[in-house]
DNA sequence: CAGTGGTTTCTAGCATCGCTAGGATTGCTA
DNA sequence: TAGCAATCCTAGCGATGCTAGAAACCACTG
């Protein structure tokens, strides 16, 4: 029954590296250049196998990347609590700049991921809560869960738009001083 | 030679309707739904026909809809103008929820439009004139461009997220009601 | 009116994509 | 060792964006 455990074992190690080799190709030449051919390559073995990992074919690949994207962001932000409110929204910054395909799984692409909803994976709830964490002590008579939706969606819009060369690259640290300077303050 | 303008205008007038075409399928069924074949069909012309117009294909077809989309958002928030901050800021996120396929050609997908370069198309310099137009009575010390593109980051931001349903749909009210409170305060 | 040259348009096809059915191969079991 | 079951691959389908080359059209000249 050993043999069983091994083969086990070496499916989940297998389903591993494709999810891998899938966020290093995404990261290098972005996701169209994700195609299942060049991933059975890498892991070389025929296409057909992918589907046995992953039923939903290139999307649930994708989705298996964002989740550990998700869980990854969610560490950072925990070390970064540390650091209050600016800690936080320069490591998601920071982030998001240097895994950009990895976040676009998380959030353009992987859409169908359910979020503030009941079937929400742990993973994502955790990411809600450390930006919560921060908001907190800042929000007053405010209420605390919208006022973090707005703070993430200021963080998110920062990103986003600075990748489309939307923003300004000089003005990148004054930016997150300004998120900084007016969501910082206690309101009341 | 009248006849050579007629042929001119007719020509201009396709390429009208092959952008129309793809704004209202894009609408109805999103982007990936909108094929040169389709297309074709929906002007009653064959495929070629769409590559004379627009030799960059798919992409300058979609460029070409973000660009009336950003002609169009600034027209909106030209007349929002009056509502001063809070106005403007509901006006930006009706547009986006109005016409989701259009916001997405304008910043999700067609990014290769430069924006904050010396060959940003007019249209879209106007809009963030018209972001700065209501952030700069609330910029106190603070630098107003880089302020207004933390605001625009925030509203882009809730458009974005709201659509991959990360957001509570319940709050969304209230959440714009935060934008202004954080945002429409003079800070000096 | 017939012919001619240039423009416009279409037919047909290429390479690639995600995905899958069905046969071949492998490895375990008895 | 024979048979069975799980595993894997070959081959192919339909659809995509895009394009080369043939066909149709149209304005102009002799």
Redesign the interface.
């Known amino acids: 029954m050993t043999q069983r455990q091994r083969r086990v074992r070496d499916r989940t190690e297998r389903a591993r590296r494709i999810v891998s080799a899938a966020r290093e190709l995404a990261e290098a030449e972005g996701w169209d250049a994700v195609t299942t051919r060049k991933l059975a390559a890498l892991i070389e073995y025929s296409q057909p196998v992918l589907y046995s990992h992953f039923p939903g074919g290139k999307d649930a690949i994708m989705a298996a990347a964002a989740l550990e994207g998700f869980a990854e962001l969610a560490s950072v932000l925990e070390t970064a609590r540390a650091g209050g409110l600016a800690g936080v929204a320069e490591a998601y910054v920071t982030f998001a700049e240097a895994k950009p395909a990895l976040y676009d799984a998380m ?2 692409l992987a ?1 169908e991921l ?4 009941d079937d929400t994976p742990e993973v994502m709830k955790a990411n809600f809560a450390e930006l919560l964490a921060v908001i907190e002590p800042v929000a007053g008579k ?2 605390a ?3 973090t ?2 703070f ?7 990103v ?2 600075d ?6 690259r000089a ?1 990148r640290d ?2 997150l001083k ?2 900084v ?3 910082g303050a206690r ?1 009341d």
């Open positions: 959030f353009t859409s359910p979020f503030a909803q405010q209420n869960g919208p006022l939706e707005v993430w969606s200021t963080l998110h819009g920062l986003t738009l990748r489309g060369h939307r923003l300004s003005h004054e930016r300004l998120v300077a007016r969501f309101a």
